[in-house]
């Protein structure tokens, strides 16, 4: 995925965070960091924001977080599914196909629950 940041971080003073990921070209997964329009590699993500939220706009995904969930076998998500992730999760998102998916990572920090 390559991610571009929305800039909600920067209208809500970093309360919270949105990044729209799209699959372009072989990159296939996304890890965290990245700057704006960055393309990411394989890396897992850690994030220490109070929550993550991961919603399939288009296409499909497959969510992998090794140790998180009942199982810690990776997530398929369909198009309008979306998953969360606690604070410190490793996690690294696949589209499922070549489909155009699309995926947002919507990040809030925990000011927006004072």
Same mark, same amino acid.
């Given at each position: 995925?390559?991610?571009?940041?929305? %800039?909600?971080?920067?209208?809500?003073?970093?309360?919270?965070?949105?990044?729209?990921?799209?699959?372009?070209?072989?990159?296939?997964?996304?890890?965290? #960091?990245?700057?704006? $329009? $960055?393309?990411?590699?394989?890396?897992?993500?850690?994030?220490?924001?109070?929550?993550?939220?991961?919603?399939?706009?288009?296409?499909?995904?497959?969510?992998?977080?090794?140790?998180?969930?009942?199982? %810690?076998?990776?997530? =398929?998500?369909?198009?309008?599914?979306?998953?969360?992730? =606690? =604070?410190?999760? =490793?996690?690294?998102?696949?589209?499922?196909?070549?489909? #155009?998916?699309?995926?947002?990572?919507?990040?809030? $920090?925990?000011?927006?629950?004072?």
């Amino acid at each position: 995925f390559s991610w571009l940041e929305s %800039g909600v971080g920067e209208a809500t003073a970093g309360l919270a965070r949105v990044r729209i990921g799209r699959r372009t070209g072989a990159s296939l997964a996304c890890g965290g #960091g990245g700057g704006e $329009g $960055g393309r990411q590699d394989e890396a897992m993500d850690v994030h220490d924001e109070a929550m993550t939220i991961l919603f399939v706009a288009r296409g499909g995904a497959t969510v992998e977080a090794p140790g998180g969930g009942e199982s %810690g076998e990776p997530v =398929p998500l369909a198009e309008g599914d979306c998953l969360t992730l =606690p =604070p410190g999760q =490793p996690f690294r998102v696949t589209p499922s196909s070549d489909d #155009g998916a699309r995926v947002l990572d919507i990040r809030l $920090g925990i000011e927006a629950f004072a």
